[in-house]
């Protein structure tokens, strides 16, 4: 996805969670399991991103032992008319969460083939690089948590390339977030129904009788 400011220009298709570069706008949610791609280009002459080819899946399962996964993978990257290439970002975020505890876990991601203004780079998780004097690429944000805090619970998430713009680039102003490749997935354990407590009954009881005096 685009951001200017307030303003989003371009879609945020595949993937189980916000903003997958992919060929239609939109979101994948699940349950139920749901699947999308295509190619991607903005604008219409690809002069700011074009994405060869991207394909996203999400799936997920609600219940006492609760799962979730979200994937997305995108081939041929270009920014900026080649400025920054990749060739190709594999992204994986899975969640699980049961009576005995959660996971969380997106560390399967990544990026090849990264090159910014013809230097090759090695796309490690949590890097930061300097692009000129007009912007900063991240790569491979990736994050997961667990916790048990009013139910068991993880959450995971990975964001394979966020570039933000320092000054106007590409007909772009400063301030512009450019994304490539977003998924997250959320597993939450539904708490088991106790039993309604039923009180043991009480043993019959009866009253005493009184005894009738002895005759004289």
Do not use: M, N
């Not at 189980?16 to 999308?36: D, K, Q």
């Not at 977003?182 to 708490?191: G, I, L, M, R």
């Amino acid at each position: 996805r685009i951001d200017q400011g307030d303003h989003q220009c371009a879609p945020r298709p595949p993937g189980a969670a916000p903003g997958v570069v992919g060929g239609s706008s939109g979101r994948l949610e699940a349950p139920p399991a749901a699947t999308g791609g295509g190619t991607f280009v903005y604008p219409e002459d690809g002069s700011v991103i074009r994405v060869g080819a991207a394909s996203a899946t999400a799936s997920a399962q609600p219940g006492v032992s609760a799962s979730a996964q979200s994937s997305v993978a995108a081939l041929s990257i270009s920014l900026f008319g080649g400025e920054i290439t990749a060739e190709s970002i594999a992204l994986r975020s899975t969640a699980a969460a049961g009576s005995r505890g959660a996971t969380a876990d997106s560390s399967t991601s990544s990026v090849t083939g990264l090159v910014v203004l013809g230097a090759p780079v090695v796309a490690s998780p949590g890097g930061q690089f300097a692009v000129g004097d007009w912007g900063t690429l991240q790569t491979l944000t990736l994050t997961g948590a667990t916790s048990d805090k009013d139910g068991i619970s993880g959450e995971s998430a990975a964001v394979g390339l966020r570039l933000r713009l320092l000054a106007e680039h590409g007909g772009l102003p400063a301030g512009t977030e450019i994304v490539v490749g977003s998924v997250d997935a959320t597993a939450v354990a539904e708490k088991v129904a106790e039993p309604p407590s039923i009180s043991p009954a009480s043993p019959p009881t009866s009253s005493p009788r009184p005894t009738p005096p002895a005759p004289p």
